[in-house]
């Protein structure tokens, strides 16, 4: 996907938190604003390094972690592109649900039992 945006990305030293956080962080911010749409082609490692000034293995290991946090995927020859918003984290909820449900069929807990304490937990953190 071509757009006239670019990725922004400003390594701050004196913050005291790694340069690769830096990076993982603002992509990953400007992805979930959608300054970054869905399918945007993101620089190279090497380019994005270059940029910046910082060593392509930063670059590398931001990028590893975006991948991994699902914000990102690598399509090979194709190119780094910002994955669709959610596919990866209803993925990775999916699991969590699934590990629960059998902990608490293993802890003897109805299921009536399981999904109150489901809603206590989504209650305290989202309100």
Known sequence: MRDNRGVTVRIHIEDGTPPYEQVRAQIAEQARSGELP???RLPTVRGLAETLGLAANTVAKAYRALEADGVIETRGRNGTVVAAAGSAAEREVAAAAQVFAERARRLGVGEE????????ALRAVFE
């Open 113 to 120: 039992v399981a999904v109150a304490a489901v809603r206590d």
């Open 38 to 40: 869905v399918g945007y």
